[in-house]
């Protein structure tokens, strides 16, 4: 059975909207970027639940978790303008190169890369961006890495106050700690060490948890998705090699 036919995981469903939990690799629909990609978790989840859906947000191909789409364009409009607003909530966990700080306000204003269609730009607006990271959880390897004798890492939970594009990814590289597996902005031979270690290839970040109020009863929902298991993994692996 292949990854397209795997059944995607439901995390929340009535008749307004749904919430799934994207696989690690998946585009959230067609983009000009990855013209070659095939699959794609609008039609897959469409084909699933044979009912028309209508994206609300987007989440990186590389990055799995929680992804809401609106079962009606009247829900889409209410839901990306609560996006635009500030009013969801969307809680991340990842794993990170070093030991972070216990708690950390990243402050750190990003210029836009792409354009509101996804289309890359070049000169684009700088605006805010702010970040909490919290952590949940540091080690020490004693294996040589990079020009050092041991390797730090860290598990650590990031709430995105402002919604830039990549803003996790860039604001993590901004403060020395990228996550692990990013190729773009992390550190090869941390994410190679981790590959050969683990035999898994995947960016480290996971969209956890998304808190928002219904758009149509205006009830607070706060869903969450089960811990991946390539993370429960990463997570057993840190803690029998490291040094405490």
């Given at each position: ?5 795997i ?6 469903q ?12 998946m585009?959230?629909?067609?983009s000009?970027i990855?013209a ?8 897959t989840?469409r084909?699933q639940?044979n009912?028309?859906?209508f994206?609300?947000?987007?989440l990186d191909k590389a990055?799995?978790?929680?992804v809401?789409?609106a ?9 990306s303008q ?9 809680t ?13 306000h990243?402050d750190?204003a990003?210029?836009?890369e792409?354009?509101r269609?996804?289309r890359?730009?070049?000169n ?19 294996e040589?890495v990079d020009?050092?004798p ?7 939970q990031?709430?995105p ?8 990814r860039?604001?993590?590289k901004?403060i ?6 990013d ?10 060490f ?12 996971h969209a956890r ?10 009830e ?14 990463m997570?057993a692996?840190l ?5 405490g």
């Open positions: 059975m292949t990854d397209a036919q059944p995607l995981t439901v995390c929340f009535d008749d307004a909207l749904v919430v799934v939990d994207k696989p690690c690799g585009l959230v629909h067609r000009g990855d070659h990609e095939t699959t794609f978790l609008l039609q989840l084909d639940l009912q028309p859906l994206p609300v947000h987007r990055t799995s978790g929680l809401i789409f079962l009606s364009s009247d829900v889409a409009r209410t839901l609560a996006f635009e607003r500030s009013e969801v909530t969307k991340y966990q990842a794993f990170v190169r070093g030991h972070t700080p216990q708690s950390l990243i750190h990003l210029r836009d792409v354009d269609k996804g890359k730009i070049k684009g607006a700088t605006r805010e961006a702010v970040t909490e990271l919290r952590t949940l959880a540091s080690w020490t390897v004693p040589p020009r050092y041991e390797a730090r890492y860290s598990h650590v990031l709430q106050i402002t919604g830039r594009y990549r803003q996790l860039r604001h993590v901004h020395s700690h990228p996550i692990l597996g190729v773009r902005y992390g550190k090869g031979t941390h994410n190679r981790i590959e050969e270690r683990l035999g898994i290839r995947r960016l480290w970040l948890q998304v808190t928002f109020r219904h758009p149509l009863t205006d607070a929902l706060s869903i969450s998705s089960a811990v991946p298991a390539d993370f429960r993994k997570t692996w803690e029998s090699v490291s040094l």
